[in-house]
Nanobody
Framework: QVHLVESGGGLVQPGGSLRLSCVVS????????MNWYRQAPGKERELVAG???????NYATSVSGRFTISRDNAENTVYLQMNSLKPEDTAVYYC????????????WGQGAQVTVSS
């Protein structure tokens, strides 16, 4: 069975920082692209950041320069370092694993709440 378990969410003041972690089991982690998505109340889920199996990285424009995605293949873990947080970053953050072969393999974590408020 595949499991993606996020941790590190919480309540932080504007301008603060949080680091999300996602520990993955049940798949060959190093072969998967790893992504962080978020979904705010009343809004669609959006891609925040992604890192390919080769280490290529992309960010949403809204978080570029503030968030950093990284992965540790030895620990089967992907991270999202979030700095200079804004109230509009408030959302449930989801870890996503994706592998495209003959078919698409895609898995999701349960989500971690991030609330930015004073």
């Amino acid at each position: 069975q595949v499991h993606l378990v996020e941790s590190g969410g919480g309540l932080v003041q504007p301008g603060g920082s949080l680091r999300l972690s996602c520990v993955v089991s049940g798949l060959t982690f190093s072969t998967y692209a790893m992504n962080w998505y978020r979904q705010a109340p009343g809004k669609e889920r959006e891609l925040v950041a992604g890192i390919t199996r080769y280490g290529d990285i992309n960010y949403a424009t809204s978080v570029s320069g503030r968030f950093t995605i990284s992965r540790d293949n030895a620990e089967n873990t992907v991270y999202l370092q979030m700095n200079s947080l804004k109230p509009e970053d408030t959302a449930v953050y989801y870890c996503n694993a994706k592998f495209a072969a003959v078919r698409m393999y895609e898995y999701w974590g349960q989500g971690a709440q991030v609330t930015v408020s004073s």
